[in-house]
């Protein structure tokens, strides 16, 4: 028998998921820890591997009853444990219920596994590299594959949720959304910061067609990126293909010089992202900030513009 966690260490854990869910929430959502001295459950690890993680679980707040601690008092409820043979995972949580279990105790997991009970998937990322030419074209689903958000990358910290998914939580409520239903240019605040105010918008979406938007986001915590010192992210909202999750775009397939598609798949100034489908035209113009909040000038254009014609070379000599 090996303790999985100290309390000293669950509690240190705890507070910075805490940290970082009233950092992500702009101070709407705090996490209150309590965490019980250790308890052994009835079975060994080896019944646990057949029984499955819903007996852990039942078995663990039963002996946690009997301790004097009921989970029926609180919102949510992690059982913290070490492997078991068959538990593939370093976390695991109930989407949009109470219940998660840890094998990996760190604040990154853990606030991953909050994020599914507070009822988001996974951040995802569309991989189109088979064809090499489009960042939206024929591609597949990689799940996790958002390296900037912890429903992605399971790190906290810096690794906001997107502002899709904080728009699911009710963080950012539609007032700070700025809807593209027509051709214009859009100021975007930097959303992954502690504070927000009324007057600003920190997301922008646009239609791509009749079950996903395009959500624009600006980020600032990602100080060593220089394509999101630059630039912006582009995700698409849940759809078919996603299972629920978010799907980050690489703006930058088949430019000459960009590297690999999530980690470098920033929309920067002066670049144009184009879906001739949708008719959805984005370009970036420009950087400033007001006070400690950067944003980034959008420029979105709406329709097919058949007229608009690349550049010729002439050369007279």
Not at 7 to 14: D, L, N, Q, R
Not at 20 to 42: A, G, H, Q, R, W
């Amino acid at each position: 028998l090996t303790e999985p966690v100290s309390e000293t260490a669950a509690y240190a854990a705890m507070d910075s998921v805490n940290d970082f869910y009233v950092e992500n929430s702009y101070d709407l959502t705090s996490v209150t820890p309590i965490v019980t001295p250790l308890l052994t459950v009835p079975w060994t690890k080896a019944y646990y591997s057949t029984a499955g993680p819903f007996a852990l679980l039942s078995d663990a707040r039963s002996v946690a009853l009997q301790a004097g601690y009921d989970t029926e008092f609180y919102d949510l409820d992690i059982v913290c444990h070490t492997a078991v043979p068959g538990f593939a995972w370093a976390g695991l949580g109930m989407v949009g219920g109470k219940g998660t279990w840890l094998q990996s105790p760190d604040a990154g997991v853990t606030a991953h596994e909050l994020g599914h009970n507070y009822g988001v998937m996974h951040a995802n990322f569309w991989d189109t590299s088979t064809n090499n030419s489009s960042g939206i074209g024929v591609g597949v689903s990689v799940e996790y594959g958002n390296p900037y958000d912890t429903m992605g990358q399971a790190t906290a910290g810096r690794n906001h949720f997107n502002t899709c998914f904080k728009n699911e939580l009710h963080w950012l409520p539609e007032t700070a959304v700025a809807t593209a239903s027509t051709g214009g240019v859009y100021r975007l605040y930097c959303f992954d910061v502690p504070n927000r105010l009324s007057t600003q918008s920190y997301a922008a979406k646009v239609s791509k067609d009749f079950e996903r938007d395009y959500w624009l986001e600006a980020r600032q915590r990602f100080t060593s990126d220089p394509g999101l010192e630059n630039g912006i992210l582009l995700n698409w909202s849940p759809w078919e293909q996603s299972k629920g999750g978010t799907e980050l775009i690489d703006t930058a397939a088949g430019q000459p010089g960009s590297g690999p598609g999530r980690m470098d798949p920033s929309l920067t100034i002066g670049r144009t992202f184009n879906d001739p489908a949708a008719g959805v035209h984005i370009t970036p113009l420009g950087r400033g900030v007001d006070g400690t909040n950067a944003w980034i000038d959008v420029q979105i254009n709406l329709g097919a513009f058949p007229d608009n014609q690349p550049p010729s070379v002439q050369i007279e000599v």
